[in-house]
């Protein structure tokens, strides 16, 4: 059974070598049209002609600043090892009473064993304790199995960014009352 804790500083370095990257063969391609008193949003899932493997936007320093800035950063380890198989990045803001669940990770090789399931249950716990009413996600629009990871766990698109990553990607936003 795995284990979640809070983070230690050594944890941090542990984190980033996780192999946070997927493969997909869908991606949600956003259409903008604007006129000079209106714009127009269209989204779509569309097919890729070929599966794509994809890497996930490092977060580098941004988790170590977090950690640092007493973000809720928890680890799920194996118990026998200690060895870190995933974690959570949660940064709260708490004037607009929601909290920003900046990173999700399941090394690739422990993927779909209810670990992604306990980390985000914890997020949202972590985010009620401290009286954050939602918990919102931004996910690069090709990463499908992460949005329909959220989709069934009650999250809704609630916005976008097509300038939100330095690779490009568009970010989708999900969110989801965190009661």
């Given at each position: 059974?795995?284990?979640?804790?809070?983070?230690?500083?050594?944890?941090?370095?542990?984190?980033?070598?996780?192999?946070?990257?997927?493969?997909?063969?869908?991606?949600?391609?956003?259409?903008?049209?604007?006129?000079?008193?209106?714009?127009?949003?269209?989204?779509?899932?569309?097919?890729?002609?070929?599966?794509?493997?994809?890497?996930?936007?490092?977060?580098?320093?941004?988790?170590?600043?977090?950690?640092?800035?007493?973000?809720?950063?928890?680890?799920?380890?194996?118990?026998?090892?200690?060895?870190?198989?995933?974690?959570?990045?949660?940064?709260?803001?708490?004037?607009?009473?929601?909290?920003?669940?900046?990173?999700?990770?399941?090394?690739?090789?422990?993927?779909?064993?209810?670990?992604g399931s306990a980390l985000l249950n914890a997020a949202l716990a972590w985010s009620t304790?401290?009286?954050?009413?939602?918990?919102?996600?931004?996910?690069?629009?090709?990463?499908?199995?992460?949005?329909?990871?959220?989709?069934?766990?009650?999250?809704?698109?609630?916005?976008?960014?097509?300038?939100?990553?330095?690779?490009?990607?568009?970010?989708?936003?999900?969110?989801?009352?965190?009661?």
């Amino acid at each position: 059974m795995t284990r979640l804790r809070l983070a230690a500083p050594t944890d941090v370095d542990l984190c980033l070598k996780l192999d946070a990257s997927f493969e997909t063969n869908r991606v949600w391609q956003l259409h903008v049209r604007e006129g000079k008193d209106q714009a127009a949003v269209q989204m779509q899932v569309a097919s890729l002609p070929r599966q794509v493997r994809a890497d996930y936007p490092a977060p580098g320093d941004a988790l170590r600043m977090h950690w640092q800035r007493g973000y809720c950063l928890i680890v799920a380890e194996e118990p026998a090892t200690g060895q870190i198989i995933g974690y959570v990045d949660v940064g709260p803001e708490p004037d607009l009473q929601m909290a920003w669940l900046w990173h999700l990770v399941v090394d690739r090789s422990r993927r779909c064993q209810g670990i992604g399931s306990a980390l985000l249950n914890a997020a949202l716990a972590w985010s009620t304790h401290n009286d954050l009413a939602r918990l919102v996600a931004p996910v690069q629009a090709l990463n499908d199995a992460g949005i329909h990871f959220l989709q069934r766990r009650g999250f809704a698109l609630c916005g976008y960014n097509d300038r939100f990553y330095r690779n490009g990607n568009v970010a989708l936003f999900f969110a989801r009352t965190t009661e």
